[in-house]
Nanobody, 126 residues
């Protein structure tokens, strides 16, 4: 079991920045990939970014490439999402998640994820 808790959401103007954090606890959280997903009102939850257990491999959704950066500190059991040049369409609840298996390196499909945080709201005003 892995427990996840997000923090760092808030209200920001378009063009601004926010940094989200995901604190992991439980059974060897440092051995799992961690991803960020988001869900906007009236839309399905979508993949944003993922990082493998060692921090050496990442994947990003096309819509956030070049603006968002995912990183991790396994000594602190935290994964961060630095979000720059934010747009109103980035407004959503952001969730961090861990996959059901430590063997999955950087899965992007939601069906691979078994552990979820409670989410943190990010609102970008125009």
């Amino acid at each position: 079991q892995v427990q996840l808790a997000e923090s760092g959401g808030g209200l920001v103007q378009a063009g601004g920045s926010l940094r989200l954090s995901c604190a992991a606890s439980g059974r060897t959280p440092g051995n799992y990939a961690v991803a960020w997903f988001r869900q906007a009102p009236g839309k399905e939850r979508e993949f944003v970014a993922v990082i493998n257990w060692s921090g050496t491999s990442t994947e990003y959704a096309y819509s956030v490439q070049g603006r968002f950066t995912i990183s991790r500190d396994n000594a602190k059991n935290t994964v961060s999402l630095q979000m720059n040049r934010l747009r109103p369409e980035d407004t959503a609840v952001y969730y961090c998640a861990a996959p059901k298996s430590q063997a999955l390196a950087t899965p992007v499909a939601e069906r691979h994820y078994a552990y979820w945080g409670q989410g943190t709201q990010v609102t970008v005003s125009s």
